[in-house]
């Protein structure tokens, strides 16, 4: 799968613990039935946790109608950028939406942690490898972490440069792609250097730092690299973006990174430990989870009221989730569907996960 050439044609869609569930029917008649097949409906039901009461809003996606596509839209069609969900949402013509993966928020840059990915593009990658949702172009859903490696290609000069990152804040030694996605220019700083290459896969130029990024191409940023850069990538060489995938990742077009998995097989599995998240999460007052059912129903979850990663896991393997995550959570947490908030957050985020009602 070659990145440059996705952008040059512009295909961008973008330990149990103590609690009792609420005797509230999960089957309860759906606030919102936006199809007359209700492939999309809302639910809403109360949950209990630790002596805490528990406002849990479900939105339920019918996969298998053809009418149904979800994509990632990311905020202001940036990668770096901050919007609120149901802004995001009425942008791309969403019917439903819920806040994606967790973002580093570094001065100017809030950059995505994990791998975005839309229409088969990576769109940004900060080399965490952690429970990812990957949707194939016939709807299904893989749970699990991505086995995927990004690269630049020079194929005339026999040159593969394993990539650090794409679109995110540069590290130190580190090899980082800078495209459209990411904004006009690198905002680099330090030594290093920077080769530009345009639309038709050609390096144009070099500079130090803050590269202007060609319209439809690319910029290569090497914080260890020096003026010797020139000589063993010369102007006109051909450059591209490759992903390589392994299997079932092979087969997805979109990836939101988010963090622990919480159901495996219809078993509860929290990997919070594994993944070595921050302890500041473990707790949080508001949750957002999604998972799938094993007859292709997506689960878009988001709970208020206080609860662990465990908890949130038994509510959705209750709901039938066949495997499930967590996305980002606590001031992040946002719900919209049909033209409303039903779930409103105190801060924008950096993408969301969509639902479309495309036309028959």
């Known amino acids: 799968m070659k990145l440059f050439k996705s952008i040059l044609n512009g295909v961008v869609s973008l330990s149990v613990l103590a609690g009792s569930f609420s005797a509230v029917s999960v089957e309860a008649k759906p606030y919102h039935q936006v199809s007359a097949k209700e492939a999309v409906q809302h639910i809403f039901f109360k949950d209990s946790f ?81 429970s990812s949702i990957g949707i194939t172009e016939d709807k299904k859903v893989i749970i699990g972490i991505p086995k995927i490696n990004n690269f630049v290609v020079m194929p005339e000069l026999g040159v593969s440069l394993k990539l650090n990152g794409i679109n995110q804040v540069r590290g130190k030694n580190h090899n980082t792609v800078y495209t459209s996605f990411f904004g006009a220019r690198t905002k680099t700083k330090g030594s290093g250097r920077e080769i530009m290459v345009n639309r038709d896969g050609r390096i144009l130029g070099y500079k130090l730092n803050n590269a202007p990024i060609p319209n439809g191409g690319f910029v290569i940023s090497m914080s260890k690299a020096n003026s010797s850069v020139i000589d063993k990538y010369p102007l006109g060489s051909q450059a591209y973006i490759d992903s390589i995938e392994s299997a079932p990742w092979n087969r997805v077009r979109t990836i939101i990174t988010g963090s622990p998995q919480l159901v495996k097989n219809g078993k509860i599995y929290n990997t919070y430990s594994q993944e070595r998240l921050q ?76 639902v479309k009602m495309n036309k028959g």
């Open 50 to 130: 630790g002596g805490n009461k528990l406002n849990v809003h479900l939105i339920k996606v019918d996969l298998n109608n053809p009418m149904v596509s979800l994509d990632l839209a990311l905020a202001y069609n940036n990668t770096n950028r901050k919007e609120k969900v149901s802004k995001i949402a009425q942008r791309v013509g969403a019917i439903a939406a819920i806040n994606g993966s967790f973002f580093h928020s570094r001065s100017s840059i809030d950059s995505a942690v994990g791998i975005l990915m839309a229409d088969g593009v990576v769109l940004a990658d900060s080399g965490h490898r952690r």
């Open 279 to 354: 302890s500041s999460i473990r707790y949080s007052p508001t949750r957002t989870a999604v998972g799938i059912t094993s007859t292709n129903k997506l689960l878009m979850l988001t709970v208020s009221g206080g609860l662990t990663f465990t908890k949130l896991a038994q509510i959705m393997k209750r709901l039938g989730a066949k495997d499930a995550l967590a996305f980002d959570g606590g001031g992040s947490t946002d719900m919209y569907i049909k033209g409303k908030n039903v779930v409103t957050n105190y801060r924008p985020v950096t993408n969301a996960l969509v």
